[in-house]
């Protein structure tokens, strides 16, 4: 599979990656429903047979139960994997989750995710969200202590904008890679946030490119009606009318372009985050081996010129 190097670091990673927030399981606030980890342990094994060669998960994802996971299934295979984590969603014996880029806080939260992932250095290590933002300083350069004293091989942050960046660039440079939300139904990094990354030789790994499975081209309205009552989609307002219609129909013509080269709407998604020059890669979730299937195609596709012309009249015409 197809690699490409992660911004200035020496990472090459694949196109792309497992993402392991469904994984966590039920019970917490931002849930997909419940989950069975054998299944998960199988996705991962899956993923990892075809040449994936890195995992992202996050110690909020299953309030720690994710990097529990990945770390089972790591050591049932003779794959070896990046592994990169996130901070600052930190959460008590109330299982309620809060904010916190504080020195102390950061550096409990790597020795959690070192010991429930069971390796003695993180190869790259995120900050989740910037918050509180008056924080992101302080955040910014307890990390780069942590890397200096070789406990994370390389730093980076998740969804913050261009002025956030700067300001954590100000402090320690260089940020390594930033994960964004990147797909055809939230497409809005593309205009500054991106452009500022291929500039400055930031990696971007994107997450979500499948909308978090509207543009798998399996959703339908009866299944949003379904989801479990600890679905974090549930609360989401692309999965909710008028928008749900609009995206499913935005999968009916991932779907039509997918028939053409072989491959499904999920993968065509995928590729289409893929086309973006900013982009090295994109992460991925599966919940079983079945479901890896239909996705791992999205490294391999090429889109024509036929093929985004129809996506981008469609998304013109339905914006």
């Avoid at 291929?198 to 990696?203: E, P, Q, R, S, T």
């Avoid at 993968?267 to 239909?294: C, F, M, Y």
Wanted: net charge negative.
């Amino acid at each position: 599979m197809e690699t490409r190097q992660l911004g200035s670091s020496d990472l090459h990673i694949t196109r792309i990656g497992f993402g392991a927030w469904a994984i966590g399981g039920g019970g917490w606030e931002y849930a997909w429903g419940a989950q069975d980890d054998q299944e998960s342990i199988d996705a991962i094994h899956r993923i990892l047979d075809h040449g994936v060669n890195w995992i992202d998960t996050a110690a909020v994802y299953g309030l720690g139960h994710s990097e529990e996971v990945v770390a089972r299934a790591l050591k049932q295979t003779q794959h070896k994997p990046y592994v990169f984590t996130k901070c600052s969603l930190v959460w008590g014996d109330d299982r309620e989750i809060t904010s916190s880029m504080k020195a102390d806080s950061l550096r409990r939260e790597v020795e959690d995710s070192l010991r429930r992932l069971e390796v003695e250095t993180i190869d790259l290590y995120q900050i989740h969200w910037p918050d509180p933002e008056p924080e992101i300083e302080e955040g910014w350069a307890t990390l780069a202590a942590l890397q200096k004293e070789g406990k994370l091989r390389y730093i980076g942050v998740s969804n913050f904008n261009v002025e956030q960046m700067k300001r954590a660039e100000a402090v320690h440079s260089p940020i390594t890679s930033l994960q964004p939300p990147y797909s055809l139904v939230s497409p809005g990094v593309q205009d500054e946030i991106l452009p500022y990354c291929l500039a400055n030789n930031i990696g971007v790994i994107v997450y979500s490119p499948m909308a978090s499975g509207l543009l798998t081209g399996a959703m339908t309205s009866e299944r949003v009606a379904n989801f479990p009552a600890d679905d974090w989609r549930r609360r989401d307002g692309e999965f909710q009318e008028p928008r749900l219609s609009r995206n499913l129909a935005l999968a009916d013509v991932l779907k039509t372009i997918g028939q053409r080269h072989g491959r499904s709407a999920g993968e065509v998604a995928i590729a289409w985050t893929l086309h973006n020059p900013a982009v090295t890669a994109a992460i991925v979730g599966a919940r079983s081996a079945k479901q890896v299937d239909g996705i791992i195609g999205g490294a391999d596709i090429t889109l024509t010129e036929q093929d985004l012309a129809d996506i981008n009249g469609f998304v013109t015409a339905n914006p």
